[in-house]
């Protein structure tokens, strides 16, 4: 096993809490939330076997603002309920197919560990609905539209919840990407002259954060490296915690290799050890089941744009209960206005500002769409995965770095930089992703950090047929 790389600090800087105080959200007063809605209809995706054009007879009940009521302290308000909207399937594709239509080619996508695509349907109308009928400032007034929008908000935040197991919904906070929730995270635990560990599997997301803190001499780091097959062990996490080791953060699955770590293990460890630990599930949820309190997690990034089908911008954190973060921003919440410090109890305290109206209403469409096919498109990727990854392995010229089992593929064409195979693809209306994908330990671990990998992470829309064709492109590209 590998040493451990500790990185220590330059210099100390001193950082200030803030106590304020606190109050009951506007909205929570104002609104019985109550989850509601359904699955979407097999129709109302894109599926495979579909052609442009082609008319579904399906019936999606659709999440609609206008489909739940509002209720205030003088009872329920009038006018926001309205019947569920019928959707039938309009071709996702069409945008993306304009650019290859002249050659006569259908675009295949496979690079949905970046970002999930086509979404469905449901994500699409959900966002124009709340744009078009609840388009005002969630939980900033006590008026009707004002109260739809907040409604919007807090019934995919129950959602999220319940998809984690967390019976209190107030323990998830929005944000922006994943990205944005590990920051949250990360910068809100922390204090000057914590030691904190990590892996050197982590994206950037997680790497630059923490790196940053200890450059700037407020942490001290520790980075783990794997063992040959790139797992992380619990007992290296353990080796590496000092007495002043306040956080451990890792990845649940690397987005170069496909390999889910077991952070279970870690999470006993850090629970043992009174130890905060976060975990970066962007490349699984809306994959595999996702369990923080029985892990033993303190805190779980996700991302709303991958495997939740929902839309570019959306992102989620949950905080264990008893955990306070100090907030990454401050500003208007709806909530304690009358102080000028940031209110403390949660979400409120990480959700500064008005939120993504639009892309919560789409990322709650496509999380219950998601959810509701989730065995199918776990199914689906793994044996693409696995058609793939053994015609690949058996090219002259290919050298394939995912073992068996992984939820991706990521390989190189010997000779050539990943990025110009990669864009050899693309010339071939094939849309994968070339380079270090954001995550330089992956790539020291596997040797090819001048020359990155190609990563192809297929979907449920995808096809054998299309996989086939992958094959083809990659076999004529290493024949030369």
């Known amino acids: ?15 200030a809490g803030i106590q304020t105080a606190i109050d009951l959200h506007h909205l929570r007063r104002l609104c019985q939330i109550k989850p509601n809605g359904q699955a979407a209809a097999d129709g109302d995706f894109a599926r495979r076997g579909d052609h442009p054009g082609r008319q579904t007879g399906a019936v999606q009940r659709v999440f609609h603002p206008q489909n739940l009521r509002a209720r205030t302290k003088g009872g329920e308000t009038k006018g926001i309920i309205h019947a569920k909207l019928p959707l039938s399937y309009t071709p996702l594709y069409e945008h993306a197919q304009a650019a290859v239509r002249e050659r006569g080619m259908r675009l295949i996508y496979l690079d949905n560990a970046a970002t999930s695509f086509p979404k469905p349907r449901c994500t699409v109308q959900a966002m124009a609905d709340a744009l ?139 629970r043992r050890r009174g130890v905060l630990f976060l975990v970066d599930a962007a490349q699984t949820a809306g994959h595999v089941p996702l369990k923080p309190g029985k892990w033993g997690c303190t805190m779980l990034a996700m991302p709303g744009h991958k495997g939740l089908l929902g ?85 002259t010229n290919v050298r394939v770095y995912t073992k068996e089992g992984a939820s991706l593929l990521s390989f190189n064409v010997e000779g050539m930089a990943s990025q110009v195979v990669a864009a050899a693809l693309d010339e071939q209306n094939i849309a994968v992703r070339g380079g270090l994908h954001c995550a330089p330990g992956v790539h020291r671990f596997l040797g090819t950090l001048n020359i990155g ?9 995808n096809t054998a047929a299309e996989a086939k064709k992958l094959i083809d492109a990659v076999w004529r590209i290493a024949k030369g």
């Open 132 to 270: 078009e009928t609840s388009g005002a400032n969630p939980g900033r007034a006590g008026h009707r539209l004002s109260l739809a929008a907040g409604r919007i908000i807090e019934i995919c935040r129950q959602h999220i919840a319940e998809m984690l197991g967390e019976a209190d919904a107030s323990r998830v906070a929005f944000a922006q990407n994943t990205t944005d929730a590990l920051n949250m995270a990360i910068h809100g635990a922390v204090h000057t002259g914590d030691h904190v560990v990590s892996t050197l599997m982590e994206h950037n997301s997680v790497l630059r954060p923490l790196s940053e803190l200890a450059r700037s001499g407020i942490i001290t780091l520790t980075l783990v490296p794997p063992d040959a097959d790139g797992r992380i062990h619990a007992q290296e996490i353990e080796r590496a915690l000092t007495a002043r080791t306040r956080l451990v953060a890792m990845t649940h699955m690397s987005n170069v290799l496909g390999l889910e770590q077991d952070v279970a293990s870690v999470g006993a460890v850090c």
């Open 1 to 15: 096993m590998a040493r451990a790389i500790a990185l220590h600090p330059v210099k100390a800087d001193e950082r």
């Open 311 to 395: 839309p570019h911008g959306t992102g989620a954190l949950w905080v264990r209960n008893g955990v306070t973060l100090a907030p990454l921003r401050q500003g208007g919440t709806g909530s304690a206005s009358e102080s000028m410090f940031q209110p403390r109890m949660m979400p409120d305290s990480l959700e500064s500002g008005t939120l993504n109206l639009p892309g919560i209403a789409g990322l709650d469409a496509g999380m219950r769409f998601a959810l509701a096919h989730a065995r199918e498109a776990h199914e689906t990727t793994a044996a693409l995965c696995g058609m793939m990854r053994e015609a690949l392995q058996n090219m």
């Open 453 to 461: 990998a190609v990563r192809v992470s297929p979907g449920l829309m």
